[in-house]
């Protein structure tokens, strides 16, 4: 029979676990050796290389096709000596993540496996078959199918799914894929003698995993020391500018260093371009979340929230979250989020010559937005008292900035019990007869999840997920907003641009979903996406690490918390040449600066923001409303930016601006 699929696709399909949304447990070293084990293994079967005792050699001298096989067997072709298939195991497996990467996007455009944000993968549950090429031979089974059977019947198998089975044994997942006993324990053995090439290839992958030809002890160098006050003189500390500072400082120092504070504190750091691949690839395997945001989840009442929680927990929920705030729901509440973004400005009396207080004046109009059309519930009375909970329990539970006793003064006990006021709202806004005939909302689909399943979104969990969690992402993508608006008072030539767009889009009418096109508001993502990139509002991630590990030549501790910089690569020249300078056309299609591990304002990585997709559509409709109607100056007008870099990035409470200009009148 004609496969359609390689070994190596049906390998990583059979690696992948579809309740974690990512491999099996399999160590680096071993996956990368398995990985190459399984591209050998289909060279071999298609006749471009052969095996004897001593050496794996070429028979086949002909091009692919495919590039990364050719650039295997470019480099095999290279070599002029004979080498066994350990030697070339080892040696290639540096191409293994490559490899995987390329597996993974072909499976995806095939449709058998589904891409999930943040880096999870799983199986395409619609299409169970793969088409072989051969209409008389199809549908062609599924490979797990072929396994199963392999292993639980006496069929004989056929030579590529014993190389699978040869392969998923040296790794030590078949456990986990099926439930084992004796008898198929033997069966296995006696499968993965049945075929030379795979006796072979497993050999030579075990010898790998256990004594690497190549293997030297790991240099482990100590880890540099930075003091605070030593950088004192640097102006991105004193702008409060935390990722520009940070991108200095790994330059300086390397990738991984102990940051000493002025309290005797040292905390440990790593940033830079390669640390966010790095991160990317080995979070979820030597990364766990959950300990500093316990306190956090306490003095909330609550346990296991999206961002304290790993494995196959933490997925689900991203799951179900991702579909609450999916392109589909935010464009069916686009006429909400219009009609209340023109409300704010006109009840605030925007005109010309309008002054705005940036970080105030920007929280609210998205706290606006985001209260209604998530739960239905009006909280601007009460947002500021909101807003300084929300800090004060931040900077004291996950950033360690304030005692703990800070959250019992009376004036935090206040603001908490207004926090409860607003939950109380929410849950009189929320009876049956309240929401009969009404558009679904975030509140609507916490609440039947819980009693769907209320193991899974406990009751004790709704009250965080109801009340604070709007108020935290008015707070960042207010923010974002005031950055952004920054941005248009010094940056006339971009604004027109925004308008041209604006214009396009509200002439005459409000847009539907089918008028925002990527042409049509083309200028305004890439304006988002550099403010992004510039003023990223959550600069870093916090961590602790579980399981021991290497970056690049450093041992990080176990047990030890570690402060992920993720952002500080914004502002490295080797991923956004002149990266000081705002510039949108960094976005282009033949530039695409943004398309690596470099750019990561949402976080790395497992735990990258589930909701991005919405605030990125959020923001590009408040900015193409705004610069529909208004230009905008500094005050005063020579002001230089300074930040607020606690608990998230924004701009000084200080900011200033100015409306100079109101181009366009409000519809009544």
């Known amino acids: 029979m004609k496969h359609s699929l390689s070994i190596t696709e049906e390998f990583i399909l059979m690696i992948l676990n579809d309740e974690t949304g990512y491999f099996y447990q399999v160590g680096g070293w071993d996956l990368n050796c398995a990985v190459i084990g399984s591209v050998l293994a289909d060279l071999s079967l298609q006749s471009y290389i052969d095996t004897d005792a001593d050496s ?3 028979v086949n001298a002909e091009k692919t096709g495919e590039q990364t096989l050719d650039l295997l067997l470019d480099e095999i072709r290279q070599d002029k000596q004979r080498r066994n298939t350990q030697y070339w195991i080892e040696r290639l497996a540096t191409h293994s993540e490559t490899i995987i990467d390329q597996t993974l996007a072909r499976l995806v455009k095939a449709k058998l496996l589904k891409y999930h944000d943040g880096g999870f993968y799983t199986i395409n549950k619609v299409v169970l078959y793969v088409d072989s090429g051969n209409n008389d031979d199809w549908p062609e089974q599924f490979v797990k199918q072929r396994i199963s059977e392999t292993l639980f019947t006496d069929i004989i198998p056929d030579p590529r799914d014993i190389i699978i089975i040869s392969l998923l044994n040296v790794c030590d997942v078949l456990r986990f894929i099926f439930e084992l006993d004796d008898d198929t324990e033997k069966r296995i053995h006696q499968v993965c003698q049945m075929e030379l090439i795979s006796r072979s290839i497993a050999e030579a992958v075990t010898q790998s995993i256990i004594t690497p030809a190549f293997k030297k002890a790991p240099i482990k160098k100590k880890i540099p020391s930075v003091h605070l006050l030593g950088l004192m003189g640097n102006r991105f500390l004193w702008r409060g500018n935390i990722p520009a500072l940070m991108a200095e400082v790994s330059k300086k120092h390397g990738p991984v260093f102990h940051l000493h504070m002025p309290n005797g504190k040292s905390i440990l750091c790593i940033a830079g371009p390669n640390v966010n691949r790095w991160v990317h690839r080995n979070a979820r395997k030597v990364m766990t979340s959950g300990v500093y945001f316990r306190g956090l989840e306490k003095v909330c009442g609550a346990s296991g929230l999206i961002t304290s929680l790993d494995g196959a927990d933490h997925f689900r929920l991203r799951k179900v979250m991702g579909s609450v705030y999916s392109e589909k729901k935010f464009f069916s509440r686009l006429g909400d989020i219009i009609r209340l973004t023109r409300s704010f ?4 009396g925007w005109k010309k010559g309008t002054e705005l207080s940036v970080q105030q004046d920007m929280r609210m ?15 601007q009375d009460i947002f500021n008292d909101l807003v300084k909970w929300k800090e004060g329990a931040s900077n004291t539970y996950v950033g360690g900035l304030f005692p703990k006793w800070w959250m019992k003064t009376p004036a935090m006990k206040r603001r908490f019990n207004i926090l409860l006021q607003f939950i109380k709202r929410i849950e009189q806004n929320h009876t049956p007869f309240q929401r009969a005939g009404k558009q679904r909302e975030l509140a609507d689909d916490l609440i039947s999840m819980h009693h769907s399943d209320p193991q899974f979104m406990p009751e004790q969990n ?3 997920l109801l009340g604070a969690a709007p108020i935290l992402q008015s707070i960042y993508l207010g923010d974002v907003l005031g950055f952004a608006i920054y941005e248009m008072s010094k940056n006339p030539d971009i604004v027109q641009r925004l308008r041209n767009e604006a214009n396009a889009l509200f002439k005459g009418r409000d847009p539907d979903i089918e008028d925002f096109t990527p042409e049509s508001t083309d200028a305004c993502e890439r304006f988002v996406l550099e403010c992004l990139r510039l003023y990223p509002v959550v600069p870093l ?6 399981n021991q590990c290497m970056l690049e030549d450093y041992a990080l501790p176990t047990g030890q918390q570690v402060y992920i910089i993720q952002t500080a690569a914004h502002y490295s020249e080797e991923c956004f040449p002149d990266p000081h300078k705002f ?3 960094r976005y282009l299609p033949e530039r695409a600066e943004h398309r690596s591990h470099g750019y990561s304002p949402y976080g790395l990585g497992t735990h990258m923001c589930v909701g991005f997709n919405w605030m990125k559509l959020q923001l590009i409709v408040s900015i193409l409303l705004i610069s529909h109607h208004y230009d905008f100056a500094t005050l005063p007008k020579t002001h230089k930016l300074q930040f ?3 608990p998230t990035l924004s ?4 900011l200033k601006l100015k409306i100079a200009d109101q181009v366009c009148e409000l519809p009544t």
């Open 541 to 546: 991630q916090i961590r602790t690490i579980s």
């Open 56 to 58: 794996l050699f070429i």
């Open 651 to 654: 701009v000084s409470k200080k």
């Open 644 to 646: 607020n870099p606690f």
């Open 345 to 348: 400005m006109s009840e605030q």
């Open 462 to 464: 709704l009250p965080f």
């Open 583 to 585: 510039d949108i056309d």
């Open 365 to 379: 109009l998205i706290n606006l937005q985001m209260t209604n059309i998530l739960v239905s519930t009006d909280s």
